[in-house]
Nanobody, 129 residues
Framework: QVQLVESGGGLVQAGGSLRLSCAASGRTFNVSVMGWFRQALGKEREFVASISWSGGSTYYADSVKGQFTISRDNTKNTVYLQMNSLKPEDTASYYC??????????????????????WGQGTQVTVSS
């Protein structure tokens, strides 16, 4: 069983930055694809970014491309989401997710929430205008 714990959310003014962290328990972190999703109030959960086992491949939703950066440190069992130039429309609860061990990363597969077996509890990001 994998447990994911997000941190780093908060209130920030438009144009500011935040870095989210997601710490994972378990021994299989380094062979799990990791993803970030977000859900704004009254909207469906949407894909934000994903990263392959080694960190060598990443994929972003068009809405955050060039603005957010996903990374991972397998020695610390942690995945990060660096968010820059934040906008009010980035306000949402952000969720970290992990696939089952051995899942093969691809752009298409990694953006589907159904492919992730483990989810964190979410961290709130609020961007004021």
């Amino acid at each position: 069983q994998v447990q994911l714990v997000e941190s780093g959310g908060g209130l920030v003014q438009a144009g500011g930055s935040l870095r989210l962290s997601c710490a994972a328990s378990g021994r299989t972190f380094n062979v799990s694809v990791m993803g970030w999703f977000r859900q704004a109030l009254g909207k469906e959960r949407e894909f934000v970014a994903s990263i392959s086992w080694s960190g060598g491949s990443t994929y972003y939703a068009d809405s955050v491309k060039g603005q957010f950066t996903i990374s991972r440190d397998n020695t610390k069992n942690t995945v990060y989401l660096q968010m820059n130039s934040l906008k009010p429309e980035d306000t949402a609860s952000y969720y970290c997710a992990a696939t089952a061990p051995g899942f093969r990363w691809s752009q298409l597969a990694s953006q589907r929430a159904l492919n992730y077996d483990y989810w964190g509890q979410g961290t709130q990001v609020t961007v004021s205008s």
